[in-house]
């Protein structure tokens, strides 16, 4: 099973050399990217906690304003990936940038190492916490809340002592998956030169395998255990409960400027800010122009190849991840048991580990082929499988949440009929379950989009993607080129977002509360199926 090649790369790897490993692991190379990692996915989960839940709380629990417009605004910046945020925020403070542009200034703070990468990480990750404790605010019953304030509690004190522990499990999942996010991402800390353990694994691949192998075998057991930690705090401490009318909506008062004023920063740095560097460097760029004839600066043309190659291999991964789904789907639901855990658990860990593992992975299995599949390397079909394998688990929830949504009297009339089991599943089930199989396609096509080390490292001689353009104009310091084309895969990343994450969130945030429903709060972001609180 292709989801299972990551795990089987490092427990090969590894194997082969037990001293070596050994050695690895007890060297301070590897102390140090560690500690440097965790110390950035602690600081950012903890921030994004904070952001995240004060967020929500103001949207959900208070009289605030346009509540439906600011829960659409703090969703958006999950249209920006890292790496394009880490590019903006570069851009902003480099020479003749925005920033030195606006204030007139010639001296600028440095941006890059872990300061850098908290802003960045913090500002685009804080809403994986503030869509699921969001939802778990809106079904909150208000008769603790009501008690306390009869008892002359403030709102501030109402909110820490009855709101967050009664959210701490959304809090809590919300914030282990800005971890997990943190500790697997590799543009952002890539370009910001901090060298935490992706970085490390990148620069060892070739010099130091031996390093390179152990410091990945360490991020993926950390991975591992952040998502099967993720898993328990989902479930714990949900239980179902009914809904005693509708929340309980707090007066804001004097707290009303500062809370517009929390709210107009919050997505004015992290969604305003990265799109008006962008912008200022595209125009400049344009305006100016360019002596590189091969630059999209001089030819806005040579921005059709790159999409036409995203669209393309996004789409086409989406196809293949469902062909291969669909099956694990149907077995894990219809025939529950053993082996349909076992398959979709393999599904979900290709998920868990970081891209850059699974992409290292392809490349020691392809190379170490003999024959035709050693052929494999660096070819458009491995690309896929590699994309299929990382991001397939976005569209298990979906199909799963399909099958099940199939009521199994339409397939036993169709059987008393005569019909097939093909014609059967083409006829009856097929339709009825394309609304959820096309979200979940949608989601493993958003994220495909924006790969960026799978793509280096496995993408054909020639192939090109909007993100690799990106990540290729920033390496050069080219941020007009970058600009323009980070703006392209935003635009992209925006529709797609709207469609298979906002829209869906504002429609089950604008739903009335209905007395005696009940609500279990969120489910797992990574297998739960729900796109709102899906990573990227």
């Not at 800390?189 to 395998?209: F, K």
Request: aromatic share 8%.
């Amino acid at each position: 099973m292709p989801f299972a090649l990551p795990f089987a790369y490092l427990l090969v790897r590894n194997g082969q050399d037990l001293g070596g490993l050994w050695s690895a692991l007890s060297d301070d190379r590897l102390v140090g990217p560690l500690l440097r990692s965790l110390a950035l996915g602690i600081s950012v989960a903890l921030a994004a906690a904070v952001l995240g839940t004060s967020a929500a709380w103001l949207v959900a629990r208070t009289q605030l304003r346009g509540r439906r417009i600011w829960a659409l605004l703090l969703c958006l910046p999950l249209v920006i990936p890292s790496f394009v945020g880490a590019v903006a925020l570069i851009a902003a403070f480099a020479p003749g940038g925005l920033v030195e542009d606006l204030l007139g200034i010639g001296w600028l703070p440095e941006v890059s190492g872990f300061r850098g990468a908290f802003i960045v990480l913090t500002l685009l990750t804080y809403p994986y916490v503030f869509l699921p404790v969001m939802a778990r605010l809106r079904g909150l019953p208000p008769s603790l809340e009501e008690s306390a304030r009869m008892l002359g509690r403030r709102p501030i004190e109402v909110f820490l002592t009855v709101v967050v522990p009664q959210a701490r499990a959304a809090i809590a999942a919300g914030a282990l998956l800005v971890f997990l996010y943190v500790i697997s991402d590799f543009g952002a800390v890539q370009l910001l030169r901090y060298d935490t353990l992706t970085r490390a694994i990148y620069a060892d691949r070739l010099l130091d395998p031996i390093t390179s192998i152990a410091l990945s075998l360490v991020l993926g057991l950390l991975a591992v255990a952040v998502v099967a930690m993720e898993r328990r705090s989902s479930r714990v401490g949900l239980r179902d409960q009914a809904r005693m009318g509708t929340p309980l909506m707090v007066p804001l008062r004097s707290g009303r400027i500062p809370a517009y004023l929390f709210l107009v920063l919050l997505i004015g740095f992290s969604l305003v800010a990265p799109i008006a560097v962008l912008i200022f460097w595209a125009i400049r760029g344009l305006a100016n122009g360019s002596s590189d004839a091969t630059s999209v600066v001089a030819d806005p043309g040579m921005i059709i190849e790159p999409l036409l190659s995203t669209a393309g291999v996004s789409v086409l991964t989406a196809v293949v991840a469902l062909l291969i789904i669909l099956p694990i789907a149907f077995r894990s639901v219809r025939r529950p048991g053993r082996l349909g855990e076992v398959l979709a658990g393999t599904v979900v860990g290709g998920f868990a580990l970081p891209g850059l593992i699974t992409a290292l992975a392809f490349v020691f299995f392809t190379l170490s082929a003999p024959g035709p599949l050693g052929a494999l390397y660096q070819t458009l079909p491995l690309l896929v499988l590699a994309y299929v394998v990382h991001h397939g688990a976005l569209a298990l929830g979906a199909a799963q949440s399909a099958v099940a949504g199939v009521p199994a009297r339409l397939d036993d009339a169709a059987r008393i009929m005569g019909k097939g089991r093909l014609r059967r599943f083409a006829g009856v089930e097929l339709p009825l379950m394309l609304p959820g199989l096309a979200a979940g396609a949608g989601l493993v096509l958003l994220s495909t989009a924006k790969e960026l080390p799978a793509t280096l490292l496995l993408a054909p001689p020639g192939f090109s993607t909007l993100a690799t353009k990106v990540w290729q104009a920033a390496e050069l310091a080219a941020y007009e080129e970058a600009a323009i084309y980070a703006l392209v895969l935003v635009a992209i990343s925006a529709i797609l977002t709207w469609f298979l994450v906002v829209r869906p969130a504002l429609r089950s945030w604008a739903v009335t509360p209905v007395t005696g429903t009940s609500s279990t709060g969120v489910d797992s972001p990574i297998t739960s199926g729900h796109p709102e609180v899906t990573a990227p």
